[in-house]
């Protein structure tokens, strides 16, 4: 089956700090990817995604690749603000044809100090 | 209203109380989940509705009941809880099907529920 590993956290940084969230997945084919972040008191919201492999996806300064070759989608973010602490989680949807309910990470807390 | 909304944002109940949980979605979405969100434990997915029709029951104990009367609305009747049930319940809608591709869903801001 479908599966998500991301590591574990929280992840704690200093203002200005740069931010790599590992994710790494087990699929069949070539599913799309997704980061989700979720702020205190609310609902998990898109992030970023990637649809194909080499894909590249990006907003609010984060970024991330979609590697075919090491099943990764990492999360990165050259200098990361307070505003930025939340959980963030990584995500895949099958490809199209099988099931489209997508497997979610257990996601990783990150907490930045100004 | 656009997105996602979930009433109540808080519900504190006991364990022999009746209530529900109500989610409505603006969008024009054909998928509707219930994801059960538990202090230090993975998001766990409840329950899929596609076209009014559940999909997916991920074992749930029969004290959590859905009901999807149409494509916009989605319910969680929870009758006879016990306490590990308190947990944040999280609402999502997609346009989704088997040709449809990057699955996007969107989140409504949650149900706090404390089951005393």
């Known amino acids: 089956g479908n599966s998500v590993t991301q590591m574990e956290g929280p992840v704690t940084l200093s203002e200005e700090a740069f931010l790599t969230i590992n994710c790494t997945y087990t699929a069949t084919g070539y599913p799309s990817l997704f980061w989700y972040v979720q702020y205190p008191g609310e609902g998990l919201q898109l992030l970023l995604k990637?649809?194909?492999?080499?894909d590249k996806g990006s907003n609010k300064g984060f970024e991330a690749t979609y590697r075919k070759e090491t099943t990764s989608f990492h999360l990165e973010k050259g200098s990361v603000q307070v505003s930025d602490s939340a959980v963030y989680f990584c995500a895949l949807s099958p490809p199209s044809g099988g099931s489209y309910i997508p497997t979610f990470g257990r996601g990783t807390s990150l907490i930045v100090h100004p | 209203e656009t997105g996602v909304t979930q009433t109540p944002r808080h519900l504190v109940m006991g364990m022999t109380n009746k209530k529900s949980l109500k989610c409505e979605q603006h969008?024009?979405?054909?998928?509707m989940y219930w994801y059960k969100q538990s202090a230090k434990k993975p998001l766990e997915l409840m329950f899929v509705y596609s076209l009014e029709e559940r999909v997916e029951n991920n074992s749930v104990p029969s004290r959590f009941s859905p009901e999807c009367p149409n494509s916009s609305h989605l319910f969680l009747h929870l009758h006879t809880l016990q306490p590990e049930d308190s947990a944040l319940y999280l609402c999502?809608?997609?346009?989704?099907?088997?040709?449809?591709?990057?699955?996007?869903?969107?989140f409504g801001a949650g149900s706090r529920l404390t089951v005393l």
């Open positions: 999502a809608s997609s346009q989704a099907g088997p040709l449809s591709g990057a699955n996007v869903l969107t």
């Open positions: 969008l024009g979405h054909n998928a």
């Open positions: 990637a649809t194909k492999a080499d």
